[in-house]
């Protein structure tokens, strides 16, 4: 799988959204060097860790705003993120089992989940943002 890079149509339409995600692109990167390298489980479970802090802190941000804007379908997107955190949970049990096979697998799930969570959920609440910020938020 090839590494992730960002586009502009991955773009929300706000700077601090865009930056959050850029960031967990760049983490998700970083997971697969670490695999690629042969690293240590310690290493990978470190670099998978500081992944999953930072999303935990860019989902709670995401809803805070979500949640500013009234946005009618916050409770699935919620949902959704929250069932991210379990299934990195059993993945990294996986993991945990066989690093060899796990780390790809842990690698692939994610790239794959980000980009399509990005592109699809959270460009839903696009129009509703750059509605309710205005101007402010094109920059
Ligand atoms: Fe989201
Ligand atoms: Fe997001």
Redesign the pocket.
Known sequence: MALLEWTDKMSVGIDT?DA??KKLLSLVNELHSVVRKKESPDTVGRVLRDLMAYADY??EA?EQLLRLIRYPDLDRHKEIHGKLKDQVAALEERYRDDPKKGSVRMFDFLSDWLMR??LGE?MKYKALLLEKLGKNAQK
Do not use: N
């Open positions: 959204i959050d995600h860019h989902f995401e969570h990005i959270d």
